[in-house]
C-alpha cells in the first residue's frame, strides 16, 4: 500500500493526546505517509458516549477520501473503539485497520461490557461523576521508561476521560469487513497479553506482530513499532 495514496488516521488512547504519540507520529512521516491524529474530544470531558469521538474521526477520514486518498486507521487502545465504529461510514474508503493495543469489541458491547460492567482497579471516578482518573500511570502506561523527566511531561499531560466513553456501544464488528492487523504489547499492564489474544482470537485477525514492550511500545521501541505499523499497512506482518 503507497504512502503516496494512503493517509494514517492516528486514533489516540484514552486519557492521552497526541502529543504523547509525537515520535510515532514523527516516525510514520518520515516513512512517508500523510498523518493525521486529531484530538479526541472525550479526553477532559463529561462527554455521555462517545458520538463526538467517532464524529470527529468520520470528519478526518472524509477530509482524506475527497482529497483522493485511502485511509488505514492506526487505533491505540481505547482508540480501537471508537476508530472502529467511525470506518462503517467509509468501508470501501478504509483500506486497513491497524489495533496497536487496541480493543476489538464485539459488535453491540461496550469496553465496560467486555469488563463486565467493573472499572478497572486503575481507574478513579471524578468527584462529579463524569470523568475517570487513571492512576499508577507510570506502571500502566510507561512501564517501558525509566528517564524521569520524561515520565514526568508523560503524566502531566493526561487528562480525564468521560465515562461515557466506556458505556458507549459498538454497532459492528469492524474487523470482518475491512482487513485487519493487531500488534500486541508483551510488556503490556492496561490490557494484558491474554486480554490481548483473546480479542485477536474473538475477532479472528490474522495478520499479528508480537512487540516486546509495555501499553506505549513507541517509548522504547521506536524504530520497532513505526516498522510494525508500516508493515501491517503493507500487509507485510
Known amino acids: 500500500m503507497s504512502p ?52 470527529l474521526i468520520r470528519h478526518e477520514i472524509k477530509t482524506a477520501v475527497d482529497s483522493g486518498q485511502k485511509v488505514a486507521l492506526v487505533m491505540h487502545s481505547y482508540g480501537g473503539i471508537a476508530g472502529g465504529e467511525a470506518a ?43 470523568g475517570w482518573v487513571a492512576i499508577d500511570e507510570e506502571r500502566i502506561f510507561y512501564n517501558d ?23 458507549s456501544k459498538t454497532t459492528w464488528e469492524p474487523y470482518r469487513e475491512i482487513s485487519s492487523a493487531y500488534l ?16 485477536i482470537s474473538a475477532a479472528g485477525i490474522k495478520e499479528v506482530r508480537r512487540i516486546e514492550a509495555g501499553h506505549s ?6 524504530e520497532e513499532t513505526v516498522k510494525a505499523v508500516v508493515d501491517a499497512i503493507g500487509g507485510r506482518l
Open 4 to 55: 503516496n495514496n494512503t493517509t494514517i488516521i492516528f486514533v489516540h488512547g484514552a486519557w492521552h493526546t497526541p502529543w504523547h504519540y509525537t515520535s510515532l507520529l514523527t516516525g510514520l512521516k518520515d516513512a512517508g505517509y500523510p498523518v493525521v491524529c486529531p484530538q479526541l474530544p472525550s479526553v477532559s470531558s463529561s462527554d455521555a458516549d462517545f458520538s463526538r469521538d467517532v464524529d
Open 88 to 130: 462503517a461510514s467509509f468501508k470501501a474508503d478504509v483500506v486497513k485497520l491497524v489495533y496497536l493495543a487496541a480493543f476489538a469489541v464485539p459488535g453491540g458491547k461496550s469496553l465496560m461490557d467486555m469488563l463486565g460492567g467493573n472499572p478497572l482497579p486503575w481507574w478513579r471516578s471524578t468527584e462529579d461523576g463524569a
Open 145 to 167: 521508561t525509566t528517564d524521569e523527566e520524561e515520565l514526568r511531561g508523560l503524566k502531566e499531560r493526561l487528562g480525564t476521560q468521560a465515562q461515557g466513553v466506556m458505556r
Open 184 to 199: 500486541l504489547c508483551e510488556r503490556d499492564e492496561a490490557i494484558p497479553v491474554p486480554a490481548q489474544e483473546g480479542m
Open 217 to 222: 511500545p513507541w517509548l522504547a521501541k521506536g
